[in-house]
């Protein structure tokens, strides 16, 4: 794992929604991620870094990375912080294995 873009030193954990949804909540360490977008920022940067790709707004606070090869949709807000839209054959396992390419990242239930 190379975390070299990952700034900040952020440990990502992922937290399914269901299996039925396509949520994925996003949380680190630090108990400020719902009021300050860093961890985001920082989150999609890594992963468009490494994958030299380009980051593209498709609404207020949701962006995509092109070249991201799981098609995942990457949100921000206030009320629920980070949270990952897939697709429905993309698993959460599959996410935090392309995450840790970029981030620390686990699951956890």
């Known amino acids: 794992m190379d975390t070299t873009n990952n700034k900040y030193d952020y440990n990502y954990y992922l937290s399914p929604t269901s299996k039925q949804k396509r949520w994925v909540f996003v ?3 630090n108990s400020i991620d719902l009021y300050e977008p860093d961890a985001f920022f920082n989150l999609v940067d890594s992963i468009r870094d490494g994958i030299h790709g380009e980051v593209k707004v498709i609404g207020d606070g949701r962006v995509k990375i ?12 206030d009320l629920f912080g980070i949270v990952i839209e897939r697709p429905y054959k993309v698993s959460v396992q599959e996410i935090c294995d ?3 390419r970029f981030v620390k990242c ?4």
């Open 106 to 109: 686990s699951i956890r239930d």
């Open 66 to 77: 092109t070249g991201d090869e799981l098609d995942l949709v990457y949100q921000w807000d």
């Open 27 to 29: 949380r680190t360490d």
């Open 98 to 100: 392309f995450f840790m």
